[in-house]
C-alpha cells in the first residue's frame, strides 16, 4: 500500500502558473504509473495527465500544450506543472498511483486549484 499527500494548489489569476507535488510513502521507482485526476463541483473525476511506469505520458486535450506530468522517483514525488490556468482548471486535484501488476488504485486527500478572471 501507499499513501500519497498532494500540495501546492491555490488561487491563481488566469494566465498564472502552480506546480502540484505529490508525495508518496515508498518508493515509485518501479511498478507504479503515476497520474493526476481532478473533479470540479457537479462533474466526474476526469483524468488530467499520466506518467506510465515506463515514462510515457499522455494528457487531456484540454490540458495539453499548457500542464506537464513528471516524477521524481528518489524523492517518491511526481508534479503537475500547470502554466497558462484558465478558469476552467478550477477544481480539486488527486494524485493518483496504480500498482500495475494488481490493478489497484491508491488517492491522495486532493489539493485545491481555484482560478479567478
Known amino acids: 500500500q501507499v499513501q500519497l499527500v498532494e500540495s501546492g494548489g491555490g488561487l491563481v489569476q488566469a494566465g498564472g502558473s502552480l506546480r502540484l507535488s505529490c508525495v508518496a510513502s515508498r518508493s515509485i521507482t518501479s511498478g507504479y504509473d503515476m497520474a493526476w485526476y481532478r473533479q470540479a463541483p457537479g462533474k466526474q473525476r476526469e483524468l488530467v495527465a499520466i506518467m506510465t511506469d515506463g515514462s510515457s505520458t499522455n494528457y487531456a486535450d484540454a490540458v495539453k500544450g499548457r500542464f506537464t506530468i513528471s516524477r521524481d522517483n528518489a524523492k517518491n514525488t511526481v508534479y503537475l506543472q500547470m502554466n497558462s490556468l484558465k478558469p476552467e482548471d478550477t477544481a480539486l486535484y488527486y494524485c493518483?498511483?496504480?500498482?500495475?501488476?494488481?490493478?489497484?488504485?491508491?488517492w491522495g486527500q486532493g489539493t485545491q486549484v481555484t482560478v479567478s478572471s
Open positions: 493518483n498511483a496504480r500498482l500495475i501488476f494488481l490493478r489497484a488504485d491508491y
